[in-house]
């Protein structure tokens, strides 16, 4: 088992920036990534950026460019720098970690945190 806890969402004009943090706490050691996905009300979950262990990125195309994510390892945190932001932007934003236990994978969600892009 693996708790998220996220932090930093917020209300936001066009253009701004906010940084969303998150802290991983119980089975840390089997996780092989962490990433942000969103879901906007009426759509599906979408992935936003993931990190794997390796310290390969991907990103979704819609925010190349403008979003990037890190890690703390020593800390157990994720973080999603976000600028240049849109209304579109808008959404709840989870953090996700993929545990690996043998063959399996496992999926570890966050509250959510309400990211709100006024125009």
């Known amino acids: 088992q693996v708790q998220l806890v996220e932090s930093g969402g917020g209300l936001v004009e066009t253009g701004g920036s906010l940084r969303l943090s998150c802290l991983a706490s119980g089975s840390i050691s089997n996780i092989a990534a962490m990433g942000w996905y969103r879901q906007a009300t009426g759509k599906e979950r979408e992935l936003v950026a993931r990190?794997?262990?390796?310290?390969?990125?991907d990103y979704a195309d819609s925010v190349k460019g403008r979003f990037t994510i890190s890690r703390d390892n020593a800390k157990n945190a994720v973080f999603l720098h976000a600028n240049s932001l849109r209304p579109e932007d808008t959404a709840v934003y989870y953090c996700?970690?993929?545990?690996?236990?043998?063959?399996?994978?496992?999926?570890?969600w966050g509250q959510g945190t309400q990211v709100t892009v006024s125009s």
């Open positions: 990190m794997h262990n390796s310290g390969f990125t």
């Open positions: 996700n970690a993929l545990l690996l236990v043998g063959s399996f994978e496992y999926d570890f």
